[in-house]
Nanobody, 122 residues
């Protein structure tokens, strides 16, 4: 089993930056593709970014391309989401997730963190 714990959320002004981290348990972390999803109150969970198990490939939602960067450090069992040029519409609970598949679909992800709140506001 894999447990995921996110951190790094908080309140930031529009145009600001945050870096989210997701620490994973387990000794097979490098076997998993990882992703970030987000969900605002009353909204559906949406894909944000995914990173291949090797870290060599990434996928992003169109809404965050050019602003967000996913990365991973398999030696530390950790993935990151660097978020720059943040907008109010980025406000959501951000969750990390693990999958055997490199995918943008939430249904492909087997393991989920508890989420960390990101609020972008003046």
């Amino acid at each position: 089993q894999v447990q995921l714990v996110e951190s790094g959320g908080g309140l930031v002004q529009p145009g600001g930056s945050l870096r989210l981290s997701c620490a994973a348990s387990g000794r097979t972390f490098s076997y998993y593709a990882m992703a970030w999803f987000r969900q605002a109150p009353g909204k559906e969970r949406e894909f944000v970014a995914a990173i291949h198990r090797s870290g060599s490939s990434t996928m992003y939602a169109e809404s965050v391309k050019g602003r967000f960067t996913a990365s991973r450090d398999n030696a530390k069992n950790t993935i990151y989401l660097q978020m720059n040029s943040l907008k109010p519409e980025d406000t959501a609970v951000y969750c990390c997730a693990g999958s055997r598949k490199y995918s943008t679909s939430r249904d492909d992800y087997d393991y989920w963190g508890q989420g960390t709140q990101v609020t972008v506001s003046t």
